[in-house]
C-alpha cells in the first residue's frame, strides 16, 4: 500500500500548507479516521444515462464506495464513501449571471477534485462561482464524516464533520463540526462548530450560534478523526441496510414506484413504504415505514422514518426526519435532525421551512404552524418562542435578534430567496413533472442510469490505488 | 438501440467483404443469434491485478458478460459472455523467434479486436504470429458460440459454433462447427465441420475427420445462428448455477482453496470439491463433486462433474469431464466432451493426451492405457483401435491410416510438441509452483485480482452500447 500512503502523505501537506496559518493540522486525521484497509473494500461507481453528458478521468486516486454522475476529474485524492452527483452541472452554451453580468460557458461544466481527501461527503453541484463557471473545483481540501459541499468552489479548505459548505466561495477557511455556511466568498475565515450562517452580500445575514454544550452532544471529532455523538450513533443504526445493496451488481427493489418516480437502487427502502408520483429518493437515503408524497424527495444520507410526506416536500442532504409529519410543500435544510418519537411526535405545517442544521430532539410533542422557519436546537414547544417565526412576519423584519439568532437586512429578499431556491429544487428533482419534456427533473433522468462499478488493486504496492481511468469521449 | 443495429451492420458488412467470395454471409446469423435486449443486461468485467500490466480501450461496442484480463483495445466490435484473457500477452523488450529469426517486442502486446462479432468465445493469446508480435488481432471476424480463438490472428474469419483457431494465422478463412485446426497460416481456406488438422510446415500433419452424421447431433447451428445439439444441451443444464455469482459485486466462495491455488469468484464450484495446491480454476468453468488434485487446471467453459484428476492435469478451453478418473499429466484438449456415467465411467491413463475435439460418449466402461493419445469419436472401448494409440509408438511412426485419421511426417516432432505444449500450459498456469518468483504462474498471480463491472447505456438511442473507456495510462 505504499503509493496509498504518499499519496495519504501528499494530500496532508497540500492541505497544510493552506492551512497552517489559520492552525489547522490535518495529518492526524487523515492518518487515522478511516482504517486503510477500507480503502481496499468497497467499490466505486459511476451512473450512465442518456440524459447526462459523461467524461470521467480518475487519476492516482482511492475511491472507495464513491458514487459519481456527470461529468468528474478526480486526481491524486481520497474520496470515503461520497457521493458526487453533477446532475445540475452547466453545459456548454449555457448562458450563466453572476451580479448582473452575463457570461457564456465554453465547455460542459466538470467537477474537478485534486488533492483532496474527502469522508462520506455530499458534492452536489449548482455552483455560484463567477470565477471559473466552467469547473466546479474541489483542490488541497479535507472534508470530514458526513460533509456537505454544495455548489461551492473550496481551495485549500477543511470542513469538519456535519458541516455544510452551501453556494459559497471558499479559500483557505476552516468550518467546524456541523457549522452551516451560505455567505458568497468566505477566504480566510474560521467559522465556529455548530455556526449557522447566511448572508449574501449587503442585503441580509441571518446568524444562530448553538447553546454552549449541545453540539458535542450531537457531533465530537477528536484529533485522530474519531467520531462520536448522537448523530453517528442514529445512522450507525442502519448501516447493515446497505450492506445487501452494495454487494449486489445490480439491485433491484420490489417497491412499487410510479413510472414518474425514482427510486435509486442505491436507496434504502423498508418495511412499508408508499412513494408517490414524481417523487425521488436517491442513493444512500433510507427511508423506512413512510410515505413520501407526490413530488417529494429524500437526498443522499436522507434518514426518514415513520413519516408522512404530504407532497413536494424537501429533504435536503443529510435531513433526517422521525415520526414526523411534514405538510405540503416544506423543506428540511441540510443535516437537520428531525427526531421526533412515537409519544412525541412531531409535527411541521405547510410551506414551512426548517432552516438547515436544526436540531429538533424533544421529549414532548412539537407542532410547528403552517408557513414558519424553524431554526436552532429545539427540545420543547416552548423553544419555538424564540427558534420559530410565521414566514410573512419574517419577511417584514429589517433587524432581529432572538435567543442565539441575529437577523439584519431585507427579510423579504431572505425569504424569497429560500421559497425561490426551495422552488428551484423541485423543480430540478422533476416534482413538477407533468409528461412534457420540459418538466422532466432528476427523478425522470435517472430512471435508466447503469452503474459501473470500479475497484482498487488488491495487493502490492499499488493496493488501495484504483487504476488510471477516462471514460467517455 | 440505433446504435446497437447500426453496429450489428457495421460488422456484417466488413465480415461479409472478407468472406461472400467464400460462400459466406454472416448477415442473418448476426442479425438474429442473440436478442437484443440481452446485449443490455449483462455487464463486462475486467481484471485488476498488480502482475498484470493493464491498459483497456473500449470504444463504440457492446460487450455484454464479457470477462477481460491484460491489455485489450475493442471498437466497433460486439463481444457477447466471451472471455478475453490476455496474461500471456508478451512485454515490451521480450524477444521472440519465428523460425529461426529473432526480433525484440517495441511495445507490451495488446490484444485488439475492431469491427468484429464474438458469442461466448474464448480468447487467449500466447501468439505465434511473427508478422506484428505487438499486436494480437482479432479484425473483421465473426466467431460463434463457445469458440475458442488461441494464439490466432484472424483477418476476415468465420468460426464456428465449439470451433477452435489454435496457433495459426488467418486471413479470409472458414471454419466450421466443431472444426479444430492447429496449422499455421490457413489463408483463404475453408475448414468443414467437425475436422481436427494439426500441422507443422513440412514437419507433419495429423488429419481427423468426423462420421457422416455425428457432428449434427452435437452441434448444429441454423442459418439464424440458432444452436442446438448435446454439447449446448449439456451446458445449458448448468447455466443457473452462474446466475448468483454473476449478480454479486464481489463473489466469494465458501470452499477452501490452498493458499497457492486459484479459483476464480467467477467459477462455479459445487458440490463436494477439493482442490489442490497450485490448482487453477478460471472463470466460467464448472465443476461439481470432483477433485482437483495438485497443479491441474480447468479452463474457462470446462465442465468438471463426478471426475478425480490425480494431479498436473490440464483441461483446455471448453473441455468437458464427467463421471472420469484421470491419471497424472493427463492433457484433456480444447472442447473435448469425455462424458462417463455412473454406470459407463471412463479412466483415462496418466500421461495420456485427449486430441482436442475429441468425443467420448459411451454406454460402456472406457479404459484408455497409460501414456495414449486418443482422437475422434469414442462409443465404445472397441473404438479406441482406430482411435487411440501410445505415445511412444506414435513417436516412431512416419506415416499412418486409421480409421478416420491420418498421420504422415515426423511422429516423435508431433509427440513432443504436444508434450511440450502440455508443460508449458502447466508452467504457464503455476502447476510447478515452489514459492520461489519464477515458478509463479497465473494461479498465483491472479489471486488477487479486483473486477470492475462495466455496463452499458440502458434506454434511448444509445441503449446497448458502453461509454468509450480509457483504462491505465
Redesign the interface.
Known amino acids: 500500500m505504499e503509493k496509498l500512503e504518499e499519496l495519504f502523505d501528499h494530500i496532508a501537506s497540500r492541505v497544510n500548507v493552506n492551512l497552517k496559518p489559520m492552525g489547522i493540522d490535518v495529518r492526524s486525521i487523515l492518518q487515522n479516521s478511516i482504517p486503510r484497509e477500507r480503502h481496499i473494500l468497497y ?1 466505486a461507481f459511476y451512473a ?3 440524459d447526462h453528458p ?1 467524461s470521467f478521468k480518475f487519476k492516482n486516486s482511492n475511491l472507495a464506495g464513491t458514487y459519481f454522475l456527470g461529468k468528474t476529474l478526480v486526481d491524486s485524492s481520497v474520496l470515503y464513501k461520497s457521493n458526487v452527483r453533477g446532475d445540475e452541472l452547466k453545459r456548454k452554451g449555457d448562458v450563466v449571471e453572476f451580479n448582473g453580468v452575463k457570461t457564456k460557458l465554453f465547455y460542459d461544466e466538470v467537477i474537478r477534485i485534486i488533492n483532496s481527501y474527502l469522508v462520506k461527503t455530499l458534492v452536489h453541484n449548482n455552483s455560484k462561482n463567477p470565477e471559473t463557471p466552467e469547473v466546479f473545483r474541489i483542490l488541497n481540501s479535507a472534508a470530514m464524516h458526513y460533509s456537505n459541499i454544495h455548489g461551492t468552489t473550496l481551495e485549500g479548505v477543511y470542513l469538519g464533520a456535519f458541516a455544510t459548505a452551501d453556494l459559497s466561495i471558499m479559500h483557505n477557511c476552516v468550518i467546524g463540526d456541523f457549522a452551516y455556511v451560505q455567505a458568497g466568498d468566505l477566504s480566510r475565515l474560521t467559522v465556529e462548530p455548530g455556526r449557522v450562517w447566511i448572508k449574501s452580500g449587503d442585503l441580509f445575514e441571518f446568524n444562530y450560534i448553538y447553546p454552549e454544550g449541545v453540539i458535542e452532544q450531537y457531533v465530537k471529532l477528536d484529533e485522530n478523526g474519531h467520531l462520536t455523538g448522537k448523530f453517528v450513533d442514529y445512522v450507525d443504526e442502519f448501516k447493515e441496510d446497505f450492506v445487501p445493496i ?5 439491485p433491484e427493489t420490489d417497491f412499487k414506484v410510479p413510472d414518474t418516480a425514482y427510486v435509486s437502487p442505491y436507496a434504502v427502502l423498508k418495511g412499508r413504504c408508499v412513494v408517490g408520483e414524481n417523487a425521488l429518493i436517491v442513493q444512500r437515503a433510507h427511508v423506512e415505514d413512510s410515505i413520501i408524497g407526490k413530488g417529494s424527495n429524500a437526498q443522499e444520507n436522507c434518514y426518514i422514518k415513520n413519516s408522512v410526506y404530504e407532497g413536494n416536500d424537501v429533504t435536503a442532504h443529510g435531513g433526517k426526519v422521525i415520526w414526523a409529519t411534514v405538510g405540503e410543500n416544506v423543506f428540511v435544510g441540510f443535516n437537520s435532525f428531525v427526531h421526533g418519537s412515537q409519544d412525541c411526535p412531531i409535527t411541521i405545517g405547510r410551506d414551512s421551512i426548517v432552516m438547515p442544521h436544526t436540531i429538533i430532539d424533544p421529549q414532548e410533542c412539537i407542532i410547528i404552524p403552517d408557513n414558519s422557519a424553524v431554526w436552532g436546537y429545539v427540545t420543547k414547544q416552548a423553544d419555538l418562542e424564540t427558534q420559530c417565526m410565521d414566514l410573512d412576519k419574517m419577511a417584514a423584519l429589517t433587524d432581529l435578534t432572538l435567543g442565539n439568532a441575529t437577523f439584519k437586512g431585507d427579510g423579504k429578499a431572505f425569504v424569497d430567496a429560500f421559497r425561490h431556491r426551495v422552488d428551484h429544487i423541485r423543480e430540478e428533482n422533476g416534482a413538477y413533472f407533468d409528461g412534457s419534456d420540459n418538466t422532466r427533473g432528476h427523478a425522470q433522468k435517472t ?17 488501495g490505488m484504483y ?7
Open positions: 467499490y450512465l444515462t442518456e459523461i452494495y454487494s449486489t451488481a445490480r430512471r435508466d442510469a447503469a452503474f459501473n462499478i470500479l475497484q482498487p488493486f488488491q495487493s502490492g504496492p499499488d493496493a487504476p488510471t481511468m477516462t471514460i467517455g469521449d
